[in-house]
């Protein structure tokens, strides 16, 4: 199968590339020359795409304007790239034959709903965004644009929301993986699965790590968290203990992805492990915890 991947350059495309390129037959975008771009060039430039979409039979878009592009770029350009340029790719692929589309999204478009006050929030694909910035309402406008291309030409659309994915210190990236955090290959992963699977219609998954907790341990989380953590989380708190770092005394959100790992067989692989190991062999996903201690 072939497979056309925007934004391959950056960390989760090209961890998507790497994973797709081991079955399938995949070509990359970027506007960055690197080894995962085989076309180098802007998103926006139709007759680019309509070279590389020769023959393709899926889409993974992951290429995007980002939260911290936010302030640094206009709301022009965010609704140019994330939401136009979107469109045009999903309308191209419809043209050219494409047979299913994946769309790289993210659970911050949730914003303020993930907050709710005096309690941990418990998010799943149920809740209703209530977006803070121009990023969240471009990804928003966008899932809809595809919902509605679903609808109209019977086009499969996998939208899948991934969580929290970047280099940070270890002591935070570790607790995230129970909560609100994800690895980039796990986030490789996901997109694999719903390639496979070709499921019908418009479908929306959130992308986070398995989580140990529950929506009765939400208040907990916010009022206890290290309590909570050494309840339902006993080997991090000893390793946390073992590093001499502190737990954290109140968490925020928790982004469940239970709906993706049923419907697309999908199972996050590293979680708060993981994190630690590539701390003790100092790779470069994950930053050192010194203040922390």
């Not at 878009?61 to 790239?81: K, M, Q, R, Y």
């Not at 914003?111 to 928003?140: C, L, Q």
């Not at 969580?163 to 129970?178: D, I, K, N």
């Not at 690895?183 to 719903?194: E, G, K, Q």
């Amino acid at each position: 199968m072939k497979i056309l991947i925007t934004g391959t350059a950056g960390r989760v495309g090209r961890a998507i590339y790497i994973n797709l390129m081991k079955k399938h037959e995949v070509v990359g975008i970027d506007r960055t020359p690197c080894s995962t771009a085989d076309y180098v060039g802007d998103i926006r430039d139709t007759a680019l795409l309509t070279t590389a979409l020769e023959g393709v039979e899926v889409i993974i878009h992951t290429a995007a304007l980002h939260a911290p592009h936010v302030g640094l770029v206009s709301d022009n350009e965010f609704e140019d790239i994330n939401i136009k340029a979107t469109e045009q790719l999903a309308l191209l692929g419809v043209q050219k034959g494409v047979k299913h589309f994946v769309f790289t999204s993210t659970t911050a478009l949730y914003g303020f709903a993930s907050t709710p006050e005096g309690t941990a929030g418990w998010v799943d694909e149920t809740v209703t965004p209530s977006p803070k910035t121009i990023y969240h309402k471009s990804k928003i406008q966008a899932e809809q644009i595809l919902k509605n291309i679903s609808n109209l030409f019977n086009l499969p659309v996998t939208v899948l929301q991934m969580s929290r994915c970047f280099p940070e210190p270890a002591h935070l990236m570790a607790v995230y993986r129970l909560t609100r955090g994800i690895d980039a290959r796990d986030v490789a992963s996901a997109h694999a699965c719903a390639v496979d699977k070709r499921l019908s219609g418009f479908r929306r998954y959130i992308i986070s790590g398995q989580t140990p907790f529950n929506k009765i341990s939400c208040e907990q989380l916010y009022q206890s968290a290290d309590d909570a953590i050494r309840e339902y989380a006993p080997r991090l708190a000893s390793d946390f203990a073992n590093r001499g770092w502190r737990l954290p005394q109140t968490l925020d959100r928790v982004y469940d992805s239970t709906l993706a790992q049923q419907e697309l067989g999908w199972l996050p692989k590293y979680g708060y492990e993981s994190v630690l190991s590539m701390l003790d062999n100092e790779i470069a996903e994950v930053l050192p915890a010194t203040r922390h201690r």
